[in-house]
């Protein structure tokens, strides 16, 4: 059997999913267009538009569909930084998804920003008094500030209620990337203090290549592409009907199954965690144990390279991830793990083991069986 331990790089899709993406995939029509077909496909468009709103509790103004949740980052840290010249400081946590981190970091290489990244403690948080600092240095010069939902690797929910306060506080517009956290936590934009939001379709059960960012009315970012202008003007491009029906349904099914995954992911998580701690003495959980992700499991594994645990893993038919699944393969430690204070060591031997709305008993049963034999196989090759 394998079992799928990797949810948080990509969740299978739901049945509602596919079942609104295949009833669009057969129709002709341009959502542009203003023929019959057009507008028919404008309509699909413009419901999914207000279902999502409404799941979420956004105004459909403030939904703004994107190519996914890669593009939604982008457009809102390089967008709200260009609308805010002259202001030059943009202040990310230091374990960002690469998705905000690396479109910050071109910003500070070729845009003359003043890339700040805040420091997290040992469990991965952003402290508010961190960001609150930060600010007080200069309000007038901070463009935008962007923290994370919940952490893509090792689980840690931000208090980005507080987070977001703060920055509005002294007028300056937060962005949170909720990935992660659509699906496995209540998420409502009007009550989050977020500005700008990021999800998208393949972290909850949706289609591939489909996002959004849900996007203040008071807030105009410039656009990174450019074109016809479809999204609000801040997005170009044709619209995908098809997967834009599937993302709706996906979210609508995300949301309303909410507390039910969250109960049946944490106790699976958590007989993982024990379980795991039991069957492969001195691993160590990384995150905060208290307050993360209910389908997030991220260990590291003393004298054993994070690569080696994943591919031996997947030759037993469990798969998993070292981390985020856009820099596998990359041979380096884990940002997120050295921000958080890890060795080199330790943040190459990690494996992180995501849990979603397929997962079940037989999956942590199949991982535990393995996982003893797997982990002396990769210590006894060790690590260069």
């Known amino acids: 059997m394998t079992a799928y331990l990797d949810h948080a790089a990509t969740t299978p899709m739901l049945p509602e999913a596919i079942e609104a993406m295949t009833e669009q995939l057969g129709q002709v029509g341009n959502a542009s267009s203003l023929h019959a077909a057009g507008r028919h496909a404008r309509r699909v468009v413009e419901e999914s538009r207000e279902s999502i709103a409404e799941a979420l509790g956004a105004r459909p103004s403030e939904v703004v569909f994107t190519g996914g949740g890669t593009e939604a980052d982008n457009l809102a840290v390089k967008g709200l930084f260009w609308a805010r010249a002259p202001r030059r400081r943009v202040l990310i946590s230091s374990v960002e998804h690469h998705a905000v981190l690396d479109p910050a970091r071109w910003l500070a290489d070729h845009q003359g920003a003043d890339l700040e990244l805040l420091d997290v403690d040992e469990q991965g948080r952003v402290h508010p008094d961190t960001l609150r600092a930060a600010i007080e240095r200069d309000p007038g010069s901070v463009a935008m500030v962007s923290v994370m939902w919940a952490n893509n690797e090792v689980g840690t929910i931000q208090p980005v209620h507080v987070l977001g306060a703060i920055a509005h506080d002294h007028g300056i517009p937060f962005h949170t990337d909720a990935v992660q956290a659509l699906g496995q936590l209540p998420v409502d934009f009007a009550r989050s203090g977020a500005d700008a939001l990021t999800l998208t379709g393949h972290k909850i059960g949706g289609p591939l290549g489909v ?102 893993l997947d030759a037993k038919g469990v798969e998993c991830s070292t981390g985020s699944a856009c820099s596998a393969g990359v041979a380096q430690p884990s940002h997120v793990l050295l921000a958080m204070g890890a060795d080199s060591l330790r943040a190459r031997g990690s494996l992180r083991f995501s849990l979603g709305h397929t997962s079940t008993q037989a999956d942590v049963d199949r991982l535990i069986e393995v996982l003893p034999a797997v982990v002396e196989r990769a210590r006894r090759a060790g690590i260069s």
Do not use: W, Y
């Open 211 to 312: 996002g959004a960012l849900l996007l203040s009315r008071k807030l105009t970012p410039l656009p990174v592409i450019h074109g016809g202008g479809q999204e609000r003007d801040v997005r170009s491009g044709t619209l995908d009907t098809p997967a834009i029906a599937g993302l709706a349904a996906a979210v609508r099914v995300a949301v309303r199954t909410q507390e039910e995954q969250f109960a049946q992911l944490t106790a699976l998580r958590d007989d993982l965690i024990t379980r795991v701690r039991q069957a492969v003495p001195g691993v160590v959980l990384n995150g905060d144990p208290d307050n993360r992700l209910p389908g997030n499991a991220h260990f590291s594994f003393p004298g054993c390279e994070g690569d080696a645990l994943l591919m031996l």
